[in-house]
Nanobody, 127 residues
Framework: QLQLVESGGGYVQPGGSLRLSCAASGFTLNYYPIGWFRQAPGKEREGVSYISSVDGSTYYADSVKGRFTISRDKAKNTVYLQMNSLKPEDTAVYYC????????????????????WGQGTQVTVSS
């Protein structure tokens, strides 16, 4: 059974950092592009970051550029999202997702591009 599991969420003060992990079971994450999304209460799911499986190129939403970093650990079959300088507006449930259809997408920020999703991990940024 193909499954994605996020971890690493929690409660942090503004300016703090968290590292989210996305681990896979049932398939090799390294072969597929992975996106991170987030959804705050009352808002639509938003694409945050993306790493392609072609050359490891990365992409970020403007709202997180310069603060978040996506990366892969191929040995651990895991994708990470390092989040620094966190702001209250980063508060949301964060999801990772895998696109099993193509190694790269120009529409990485569109949730419809993805086939498998994790259950999400809550990130709360508050003083």
């Amino acid at each position: 059974q193909l499954q994605l599991v996020e971890s690493g969420g929690g409660y942090v003060q503004p300016g703090g950092s968290l590292r989210l992990s996305c681990a896979a079971s049932g398939f090799t994450l390294n072969y597929y592009p992975i996106g991170w999304f987030r959804q705050a209460p009352g808002k639509e799911r938003e694409g945050v970051s993306y790493i392609s499986s072609v050359d490891g190129s990365t992409y970020y939403a403007d709202s997180v550029k310069g603060r978040f970093t996506i990366s892969r650990d191929k040995a651990k079959n895991t994708v990470y999202l390092q989040m620094n300088s966190l702001k209250p507006e980063d508060t949301a449930v964060y999801y990772c997702a895998a696109d099993l259809d193509a190694p790269y997408s120009n529409y990485w920020y569109d949730a419809r591009e993805y086939d498998y999703w994790g259950q999400g991990t809550q990130v709360t940024v508050s003083s």
